[in-house]
């Protein structure tokens, strides 16, 4: 009865969506550690574990992690250098974890770029060990967290990407913030 009095009404939240050369995801865009992680997961312990999984192949394959040579261009400026992993958010989370950086607006028509100069147990506790919500700014300068509208990214290799938990898409790419483009039905103005 309410979804029938809210269409009727027309009550709806608009949300960015992000877009990587011609493809949309919803929630991030990875390369590197992220990638890895995914594709290294035990698919027995996938189905035994859940979620757990994911944990157990992260704190597996940090250890082993390369970095790589990038090149990102954020809304007209460049800067280069060696990472580990490069994760370009629209969303909160990453799998189940709140991310530090995490918004209040989900329609503010900008990216959250996050790139990880040095893996380590330290570094994914900073990350990922964050819970209160609000501006954020790393401690440590082996992380350097960005907003922008517009992102491309070059390897001196090519990468495969995660996105939204599929691999499929390679570096070079460019991501940019469709802004205000997911439409939802809410019962709230």
Same mark, same amino acid.
């Given at each position: 009865?309410?979804?029938?009095?809210?269409?009727?009404?027309?009550?709806?939240?608009?949300?960015?969506? #992000?877009?990587?050369?011609?493809?949309?995801?919803?929630?991030?865009?990875? +390369?590197?550690?992220?990638?890895?992680? %995914?594709?290294?997961?035990? $698919?027995?312990?996938? #189905?035994?574990?859940?979620?757990?999984?994911?944990?157990? $192949?992260?704190?597996?394959?940090?250890?082993?992690?390369?970095?790589?040579?990038? #090149? @990102?261009?954020?809304?007209?400026?460049?800067?280069?250098?060696?990472?580990?992993?490069?994760?370009? %958010?629209?969303?909160? %989370?990453?799998?189940?974890?709140? =991310?530090?950086? %995490?918004?209040?607006?989900?329609?503010?028509?900008?990216? *959250?770029?996050?790139?990880?100069?040095?893996?380590?147990?330290?570094?994914?506790?900073?990350?990922? #060990?964050? !819970?209160?919500?609000?501006?954020? !700014?790393? *401690?440590? *300068?082996?992380?350097?967290? @960005?907003?922008?509208? $517009?992102?491309? =990214?070059?390897?001196?290799?090519?990468?495969?990407?995660?996105?939204?938990?599929? @691999?499929? +898409?390679?570096?070079?790419?460019? +991501?940019? +913030?469709?802004?205000?483009?997911?439409?939802? =039905?809410?019962?709230? !103005?």
């Amino acid at each position: 009865m309410e979804a029938a009095r809210d269409l009727m009404l027309g009550h709806t939240h608009e949300l960015d969506i #992000g877009k990587v050369n011609d493809r949309v995801f919803t929630n991030f865009f990875g +390369i590197g550690l992220i990638t890895d992680t %995914s594709e290294n997961i035990n $698919s027995e312990l996938k #189905g035994t574990l859940g979620r757990l999984s994911y944990f157990i $192949s992260t704190l597996q394959t940090v250890r082993t992690t390369e970095p790589f040579r990038y #090149g @990102v261009e954020l809304d007209g400026h460049t800067r280069t250098g060696d990472a580990v992993m490069i994760y370009i %958010s629209n969303g909160r %989370s990453l799998g189940t974890q709140t =991310l530090p950086f %995490s918004r209040e607006s989900l329609h503010d028509g900008l990216l *959250d770029v996050l790139i990880i100069k040095e893996a380590g147990i330290p570094l994914l506790k900073e990350l990922l #060990g964050r !819970k209160v919500q609000g501006e954020w !700014k790393p *401690d440590n *300068d082996r992380i350097e967290y @960005v907003q922008a509208a $517009s992102v491309r =990214l070059t390897t001196d290799h090519p990468m495969r990407a995660d996105t939204d938990g599929e @691999v499929y +898409i390679e570096v070079p790419a460019a +991501i940019t +913030i469709m802004p205000r483009a997911l439409r939802f =039905l809410t019962g709230f !103005k």
